[in-house]
């Protein structure tokens, strides 16, 4: 069932950034829906924002550095679960192209992605930057662009 999720959305470029809710489907084959907890900031999405990059893709959801939990798995995802915490890869090697097959996935030609599910409320397909789109409550991804960690052994001290 689809749900609705909220982010940081770019219609135009250089215009401001709206914060939207938009509709989320549910995932297809080897797709995963993420509740994200964390994103990071970074002047890639300035430049998508701004169209130095991406200049016809508008709209776009913005951010491309999150971690977060599955909610949703589509079929054919056996490598993940709902619960599951992951940390998301912009980058996910298809493991076929000419880079993959020669031991260079850091050059993969054909990275995969999940397809377009996501729309505004006034029905435009959304575009997510560099393919996770993070400055949001929900995000749809290949399941092999979320990487699984165990957030049990993390340490973190603050003083």
């Excluded at 893709?57 to 599951?84: C, N, R, S």
């Excluded at 000419?98 to 729309?119: Q, V």
Aim: proline share 6%; charged share 20%.
């Amino acid at each position: 069932m689809p749900i609705q999720a909220r982010g940081a959305i770019s219609r135009v470029p250089g215009a401001p950034v709206s914060i939207e809710e938009f509709t989320i489907d549910d995932p297809g084959p080897d797709e995963v829906l993420v509740r994200i907890l964390a994103s990071g900031v970074c002047h890639t999405d300035l430049g998508v924002k701004n169209g130095v990059y991406g200049s016809s893709g508008y709209p776009f959801v913005l951010g491309h550095e999150g971690a977060g939990v599955i909610e949703a798995v589509g079929p054919g995802v056996t490598k993940h679960k709902v619960g599951d915490h992951v940390i998301l890869a912009w980058r996910a090697p298809c493991g076929e192209c000419r880079f993959c097959r020669a031991g260079r996935p850091n050059f993969c030609s054909a990275s995969l992605n999940a397809e377009k599910r996501m729309r505004t409320n006034d029905g435009l397909l959304l575009n997510q930057v560099l393919g996770i789109g993070t400055f949001c409550t929900h995000t749809l991804v290949h399941a092999d662009q979320a990487i699984g960690y165990n957030p049990k052994f993390q340490r973190l001290r603050c003083r």
